[in-house]
Nanobody
Framework: QVQLVESGGGLVQAGGSLTLSCAAS????????MGWYRQAPGKQRELVAA???????NYADSVKGRFTISRDNAKNTVYLQMNSLKPEDTAVYYC???????????????WGQGTLVTVSS
């Protein structure tokens, strides 16, 4: 069984910073894309940032220049450094991985349980 475990959410004042971490564990053959999504109350889940195994990145326009996604492929871990946080960044942040599991060998999309980020004004 493959799972993603997130950490690092919390309460921060506007203008502050937080770093989210997400570690994948289990019978993993390879991880293609790892990323972060968020869902604010009453809104749909949206992509925040994603990074492929080859290093390509994709950011939502609303976070460009403020958030940075990085990966430690040896540790199957993805990070999201969030700077200059705004109240509108308040949401539950979910880690996502597009990977290939083994035993048995198969493609999977896996989600973390979510971590709450609250930005106060």
């Amino acid at each position: 069984q493959v799972q993603l475990v997130e950490s690092g959410g919390g309460l921060v004042q506007a203008g502050g910073s937080l770093t989210l971490s997400c570690a994948a564990s289990g019978s993993i053959f390879e991880i293609n894309t790892m990323g972060w999504y968020r869902q604010a109350p009453g809104k749909q889940r949206e992509l925040v940032a994603a990074k492929t195994s080859g290093g390509s990145t994709n950011y939502a326009d609303s976070v460009k220049g403020r958030f940075t996604i990085s990966r430690d492929n040896a540790k199957n871990t993805v990070y999201l450094q969030m700077n200059s946080l705004k109240p509108e960044d308040t949401a539950v942040y979910y880690c996502n991985a597009d990977l290939v599991a083994d035993r048995p060998y198969r493609s999977l999309e896996v989600w973390g349980q979510g971590t709450l980020v609250t930005v106060s004004s």
